[in-house]
C-alpha cells in the first residue's frame, strides 16, 4: 500500500491538475511497491502510468472466455488475478528452495529452451489442510506475474460422466493457449477413481484420459496438482511429476514466524512472548493459527481495546479446539 504521504499527495496533483508534481509521486509510488517486492502491482501501475493495455485487464479479457459444462453451462474453471507473494507464505526451508528453483526455471526459460530444455511445468503438491498448497500456487502465479487458474477435478470427475471427457479437452484447450499457472485441485479424486473397481468402466476411460492429456501436454503453462490424500495416488500418477513437494503442519520455527507474520502492525500487551506463544499452537495448521488469531484481533476491535491481550488469543484457540472437536464428532 502507498504510503499516507503519497496518497494524499497523489490526490492532491489529481484534484489541481498538476500532471508533472503527480506522475512524480506515481513514479515514487511505483519504485516503492519494487521495493517491497510488489512486482505485479508495480508493473500495472507502471502500464496504467504509462497507457500500455494493463495486466489487469488482461486478465480480465481471459476471464471472459472461460470454457463452461455443455449441460449447465457452468464454469469449468476459475481465473484469478493473483495478490499474494512467497513473501505472504511461510514454508519449510525444503519447500522454499524448491518453489525457488520452480521461479527460477521458469524465469528463465527461454534460456533453458535455447538449449532444448523445458522448464519445470508439472508440480505435485502434497500434504494435509490448510498447509498452504493452494495459496503457494498462487504466489507462483503472482511472482511470474501469471494469471492463477483453479479446476476441482472432483466436480468435473464426476458431473456428467458422457461429458466428462469434452470438458477436460476444453479445459486442456484453454491451458493451452495463454501461459498461466493452473492449480487442479483434489487431485486425489484420480487417484480414487481408478483403484476403485466396483467402479464404471466409464470413469476409468476419463481418468485415463486426463492422465494423457496430462502427460501429453505440451504448452506454456504450469500445471500444478494438489491433494491431501496422497495415499489415493498409485505410482503412475506420481511419476508423472517432475516436483513433488511435502507441505506439512508447521514446526515451532514455523510457527513463530506464522505468529509475527499476522500479529504485525498490530498493538499488543500481551504478557506471553512469541517463543512461548507458539507451544500453545502445536500440532495446528497454518490456517488454524491464522484462523485463530483473526478471531483474536476481530475480538479486541470488538471490545473497543487498542491492545490485544492474552486472553483474546487464548479465548480464540479454545474455541478453535471446541470447533475441532465438533468437527470429529460429525465425522
Ligand atoms: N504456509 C502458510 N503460510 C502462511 N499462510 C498460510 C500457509 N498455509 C495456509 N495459510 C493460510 O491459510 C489459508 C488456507 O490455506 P491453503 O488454502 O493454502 O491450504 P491448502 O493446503 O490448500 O488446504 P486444502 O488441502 O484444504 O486445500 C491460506 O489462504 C492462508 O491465508
Ligand atoms: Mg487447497
Redesign the pocket.
Given at each position: 500500500m502507498a504510503s499516507s504521504k503519497h496518497l494524499r499527495q497523489i490526490f492532491q496533483f489529481a484534484k489541481s491538475g498538476d500532471n508533472d508534481s503527480f506522475e512524480k509521486v506515481a513514479v515514487e509510488i511505483i519504485q516503492e511497491e519494487r521495493e517491497k517486492q510488489h512486482h505485479l502491482l508495480a508493473n500495472d501501475l507502471e502500464e496504467i502510468l504509462y497507457g500500455k493495455v494493463s495486466k489487469v485487464i488482461s486478465f480480465n479479457l481471459l476471464k471472459e472466455d472461460i470454457p463452461t459444462d455443455k449441460e449447465k453451462s457452468l464454469p469449468l474453471l476459475t481465473v484469478y488475478t493473483p495478490t499474494?507473494s512467497i513473501n505472504?507464505?511461510?514454508?519449510s526451508s525444503e519447500n522454499v528452495f524448491q518453489i525457488e528453483r520452480i521461479l527460477l526455471e521458469n524465469r528463465k526459460s527461454e534460456v533453458l529452451k535455447s538449449y532444448g530444455l523445458k522448464s519445470i511445468d508439472k508440480i505435485l503438491?502434497y500434504?494435509?489442510?490448510?498447509?498452504?498448497?493452494?495459496?503457494?500456487?498462487?504466489a507462483i502465479a503472482y511472482e511470474l506475474e501469471l494469471p492463477f487458474v483453479v479446476i476441482r477435478i472432483d466436480s468435473i470427475v464426476s458431473s456428467f460422466l458422457g461429458e466428462t471427457s469434452s470438458n477436460l479437452r476444453k479445459i486442456f484447450d484453454y491451458i493451452q493457449k495463454n501461459r498461466m499457472v493452473v492449480l487442479f485441485?483434489?487431485f486425489d479424486s484420480i487417484g480414487r477413481e481408478r483403484s476403485d473397481t466396483s467402479e464404471h468402466g466409464e470413469i476409468k476411460r476419463v481418468v485415463n484420459a486426463l492422465l494423457q492429456m496430462f502427460d501429453t501436454y505440451n504448452g506454456n503453462s504450469i500445471l500444478i496438482a494438489?491433494?491431501?490424500h496422497e495415499k489415493n495416488l498409485d505410482s503412475a500418477v506420481w511419476r508423472r511429476f517432475e516436483e513433488v513437494l511435502y507441505?506439512s503442519l508447521?514446526d515451532n520455527n514455523?510457527i513463530m514466524k506464522?505468529l509475527e507474520?499476522k500479529l504485525r502492525g498490530v498493538r499488543r500487551n500481551l504478557k506471553k512472548e512469541i517463543p512461548s506463544l507458539a507451544i500453545l499452537f502445536k500440532q495446528m495448521?497454518?490456517?488454524d493459527i491464522?484462523?485463530i488469531i483473526r478471531r483474536a484481533i476481530k475480538n479486541m476491535i470488538l471490545e473497543s481495546r487498542e491492545f490485544l491481550e492474552d486472553q483474546d488469543i487464548l479465548n480464540s484457540i479454545s474455541k478453535e479446539k471446541s470447533r475441532i472437536k465438533n468437527t470429529k464428532l460429525k465425522k
Amino acid at each position: 500500500m502507498a504510503s499516507s504521504k503519497h496518497l494524499r499527495q497523489i490526490f492532491q496533483f489529481a484534484k489541481s491538475g498538476d500532471n508533472d508534481s503527480f506522475e512524480k509521486v506515481a513514479v515514487e509510488i511505483i519504485q516503492e511497491e519494487r521495493e517491497k517486492q510488489h512486482h505485479l502491482l508495480a508493473n500495472d501501475l507502471e502500464e496504467i502510468l504509462y497507457g500500455k493495455v494493463s495486466k489487469v485487464i488482461s486478465f480480465n479479457l481471459l476471464k471472459e472466455d472461460i470454457p463452461t459444462d455443455k449441460e449447465k453451462s457452468l464454469p469449468l474453471l476459475t481465473v484469478y488475478t493473483p495478490t499474494r507473494s512467497i513473501n505472504d507464505i511461510v514454508l519449510s526451508s525444503e519447500n522454499v528452495f524448491q518453489i525457488e528453483r520452480i521461479l527460477l526455471e521458469n524465469r528463465k526459460s527461454e534460456v533453458l529452451k535455447s538449449y532444448g530444455l523445458k522448464s519445470i511445468d508439472k508440480i505435485l503438491f502434497y500434504g494435509p489442510p490448510g498447509s498452504g498448497k493452494t495459496i503457494s500456487a498462487e504466489a507462483i502465479a503472482y511472482e511470474l506475474e501469471l494469471p492463477f487458474v483453479v479446476i476441482r477435478i472432483d466436480s468435473i470427475v464426476s458431473s456428467f460422466l458422457g461429458e466428462t471427457s469434452s470438458n477436460l479437452r476444453k479445459i486442456f484447450d484453454y491451458i493451452q493457449k495463454n501461459r498461466m499457472v493452473v492449480l487442479f485441485d483434489e487431485f486425489d479424486s484420480i487417484g480414487r477413481e481408478r483403484s476403485d473397481t466396483s467402479e464404471h468402466g466409464e470413469i476409468k476411460r476419463v481418468v485415463n484420459a486426463l492422465l494423457q492429456m496430462f502427460d501429453t501436454y505440451n504448452g506454456n503453462s504450469i500445471l500444478i496438482a494438489a491433494t491431501n490424500h496422497e495415499k489415493n495416488l498409485d505410482s503412475a500418477v506420481w511419476r508423472r511429476f517432475e516436483e513433488v513437494l511435502y507441505f506439512s503442519l508447521p514446526d515451532n520455527n514455523q510457527i513463530m514466524k506464522l505468529l509475527e507474520m499476522k500479529l504485525r502492525g498490530v498493538r499488543r500487551n500481551l504478557k506471553k512472548e512469541i517463543p512461548s506463544l507458539a507451544i500453545l499452537f502445536k500440532q495446528m495448521s497454518h490456517a488454524d493459527i491464522e484462523r485463530i488469531i483473526r478471531r483474536a484481533i476481530k475480538n479486541m476491535i470488538l471490545e473497543s481495546r487498542e491492545f490485544l491481550e492474552d486472553q483474546d488469543i487464548l479465548n480464540s484457540i479454545s474455541k478453535e479446539k471446541s470447533r475441532i472437536k465438533n468437527t470429529k464428532l460429525k465425522k
